[in-house]
């Protein structure tokens, strides 16, 4: 006589009630809101006192996508959305009409090689190889948008390679850059857990040029770091020009706000081997197996 065989479940999964839900009998009774089941009703969910359960759901929905994905750990990108790319930064200046438009635009292709510098760190980020089980490491995140996030995501569908995009719903229109791989391309509605994750799985995180957005997530690792809440990694700041003209990190240890060794929480870099070679140098002397000696 062979064993029995023990049903893996007896409950109907949620995918077959909801299916049958669609097709009941048409009454009074069913046609009202409160007999829709309380997952497929979006007036239900969209309420303002669900917010509890809306911050779990987009915090568990790209946890699972990345887990799905065998993705382990990220390099993540952040920078500003308006430093065009190189070929484009001189339409822009040429358009500029006035003495201050003319200045902005100057400083903005002067900026623009970073276009290129963030594309080619996102190839050598996308070739690092998957561990023994088959993780995937340093894959490339950034918000998804333009610009320096574009970059990032093209340097690594140029090398072959999937990459994140961690989009935010916000007034004006706006769309994942065409470099995203569409099954990683995510949109958030809270800005506190798109910056979550844009941290629970980065291994090392490059930060370009960037105005309030940028600065905003940059700052928020910084203190995270600085107050022992996450363990370091590498911080890197592209344009030691830029960050030392916009943020004075000197007079913060001269006003006695920051101490010196803040100051290493991050390192100033200007090539993409220059920033690679930090991360390298980082993680070698942390573990070596995971960055061999060449």
């Not at 358009?95 to 970073?114: F, M, N, P, T």
């Not at 949109?187 to 309030?212: D, E, N, S, T, W």
């Not at 990190?249 to 006003?255: G, M």
Request: glycine share 6%.
């Amino acid at each position: 006589m062979s064993d029995p065989h023990v049903p893996s479940r007896v409950f109907p999964r949620a995918r077959q009630d909801a299916e049958k839900a669609k097709t009941g009998v048409s009454t009074p009774q069913t046609k009202t809101p409160a007999y829709r089941l309380a997952f497929q009703d979006m007036d239900f969910l969209l309420r303002e006192d669900l917010r509890p359960v809306r911050f779990q759901l987009e915090l568990l929905k790209p946890e699972l996508i990345l887990e799905e994905a065998n993705i382990a750990s990220t390099f993540v990108f952040y920078g500003s959305a308006r430093i065009p790319e190189p070929a484009k930064a001189q339409a822009m200046l040429d358009l500029a009409q006035g003495d201050e438009a003319r200045l902005i635009a100057e400083r903005l292709v002067a900026k623009s090689h970073y276009y290129d510098v963030a594309r080619e760190l996102a190839g050598l980020a996308s070739r690092f190889p998957n561990d023994d089980e088959g993780k995937r490491h340093f894959v490339v995140c950034s918000g998804g948008g333009p610009s320096i996030m574009e970059a990032a995501n093209r340097g690594a569908a140029e090398a072959g390679h999937e990459s994140i995009g961690l989009n935010i719903v916000l007034p004006h229109e706006q769309a994942p850059n065409p470099y995203v791989t569409p099954s990683l391309s995510m949109q958030f509605h809270y800005f506190a857990l798109r910056k979550m994750h844009f941290l629970l799985h980065a291994r090392a995180l490059a930060a370009f040029p960037g105005g309030f957005g940028t600065f905003d997530e940059l700052f928020e690792l910084l203190t995270l770091i600085q107050t022992g809440k996450i363990s370091p990694i590498p911080v890197l700041l592209y344009g030691r020009d830029f960050w030392t003209r916009v943020v004075n990190f000197d007079a913060l240890v001269e006003e006695g706000v920051v101490s010196r060794r803040d100051l290493n929480i991050f390192k100033f870099v200007e090539t993409a081997q220059e920033g690679w070679d930090v991360v390298r140098d980082f993680y070698r002397d942390a573990d070596p197996a995971v960055f061999p000696a060449e």
